[in-house]
């Protein structure tokens, strides 16, 4: 698994002291986050205070579900140290339907980065199939006609396009 600059945040706010073990901080089953922690279930109401205001000063959107946690956070530009395997044949189509397509791209990339980063955590072949599943859907959006999310290239390329 990947360290990302992201993950390394949240690991560092949540060096607050705790009242029993060291919470858990995982990549969110549900998409629509990004990393999940049990620190509720852990940590005191003051520690817990301090980590939610700390992590809304850094720009986190948090909410607490069922005693976890989920948090996400905007990334226009990949976050250091979140992927380091080639880019395979997959991420090249998604990079090109973008550039093809660039002026119809309107929708917010949120999804798509939260998606990638996880990815990217788990590795090429992971990364890999997330960019299969992209350019199967951005395929079927612009026959379609609908717009493609307006993403930053370097999550196909890992460089400034």
Same mark, same amino acid.
């Given at each position: 698994m990947r360290m990302n600059a992201l993950r390394e945040e949240l690991q560092e706010i949540m060096k607050i002291p705790q009242t029993t073990r060291k919470p858990v901080l995982r990549r969110s089953l549900p998409e629509?986050?990004?990393?999940?922690t049990d620190l509720p279930s852990v940590s005191n109401t003051e520690n817990l205070t301090l980590f939610l205001e700390e992590i809304r000063n850094k720009g986190w959107e948090?909410?607490? %579900? $069922?005693?976890?946690?989920?948090?996400?956070k905007k990334a226009v530009d990949p976050p250091e140290g979140w992927y380091d395997g080639q880019f395979g044949p997959e991420a090249a189509c998604c990079l090109?339907?973008?550039?093809?397509? %660039? $002026?119809?791209?309107?929708d917010?990339?949120?999804?798509?980065?939260?998606?990638l980063i996880k990815a990217g955590e788990e590795g090429e072949k992971k990364y890999e199939e997330a960019c299969a599943g992209l350019h199967r859907n951005w395929a079927e959006r612009l026959r379609r006609g609908e717009p493609l999310p307006d993403i930053n290239r370097k999550y196909f390329t890992g460089r400034k396009e």
């Open positions: 629509d986050w990004l990393y999940s948090h909410k607490e %579900e $069922k005693g976890w946690i989920l948090m996400r090109s339907l973008l550039n093809r397509h %660039e $002026k119809q791209a309107t917010g990339p949120e999804p798509v980065q939260r998606m």
